[in-house]
C-alpha cells in the first residue's frame, strides 16, 4: 500500500467578499488541513504548506497543499516560480528571508531566491528588491479606501 506524503484544500472566494469573511475562510483552511493531517498520523507542524491563489473572472480558487516525508525533501529540488513563488514569500516572509527561501524550493540559496522573487514581481508589475517589500506590499493590499457602513448599535438594523 502506498504512504501518501502530501494533501491538497481548495475552496472557492468571492473577491468582492468582505475582508473578515476572507480571513476566516484562510483560517478554516489552515485549520482542517491541520485536523486532517492529525487523523492520518502526520504532525501538522513537520509539513510545509504552500498556499497559490487563483484567480476566474470575480472569483479566487485558494489551494493549500501539505507536505511530509517524501514529498517535503522533494521539495527542494522544485523552486517555486511566477505567481506562486510570490504567494508563498509572502505567506512565509514574517519567518525572515532563510526559512522562505527555504519553504519556497530554494533551501540555502537566498541569491537565486531573491532572483527569481524579483523577476517574479516584474512579471506581476510588482517592484520587489526585498523581501521587505512584499511585505509592505501585503499590507497595502489590506488598506482599502473606502467608509465602514454599519447600524448605530447593534439591536438596531
Not at 482542517?32 to 501538522?44: C, F, Q, R, S
Not at 484567480?55 to 489551494?63: C, E, S
Not at 528571508?97 to 527569481?116: H, N, P, R, V
Request: net charge neutral; aromatic share 8%.
Amino acid at each position: 500500500m502506498t504512504k501518501h506524503t502530501q494533501a491538497q484544500l481548495t475552496r472557492t472566494v468571492d473577491i468582492n467578499q468582505p475582508t473578515a469573511l476572507k480571513q476566516r475562510t484562510f483560517n478554516q483552511m489552515e485549520y482542517y488541513m491541520g485536523a486532517k493531517l492529525i487523523e492520518i498520523g502526520v504532525d501538522p507542524k513537520s509539513a510545509v504548506y504552500r498556499w497559490s491563489v487563483e484567480r476566474k473572472n470575480n472569483q479566487q480558487i485558494w489551494t493549500i497543499k501539505a507536505y511530509w516525508g517524501e514529498s517535503k525533501e522533494n521539495l527542494s529540488n522544485q523552486p517555486l516560480t511566477g505567481t506562486n513563488l510570490i504567494d508563498c514569500a509572502r505567506a512565509n516572509a514574517e519567518h525572515g528571508i532563510k526559512m522562505t527561501a527555504d519553504l519556497c524550493g530554494y533551501g540555502e540559496d537566498i541569491s537565486s531566491f531573491q532572483q527569481a522573487l524579483k523577476l517574479a514581481g516584474n512579471k506581476m508589475g510588482l517592484e520587489i528588491e526585498t523581501l521587505s517589500d512584499l511585505i509592505a506590499y501585503s499590507q497595502n493590499l489590506r488598506v482599502r479606501d473606502g467608509i465602514d457602513v454599519a447600524p448605530d448599535t447593534s439591536s438596531s438594523l
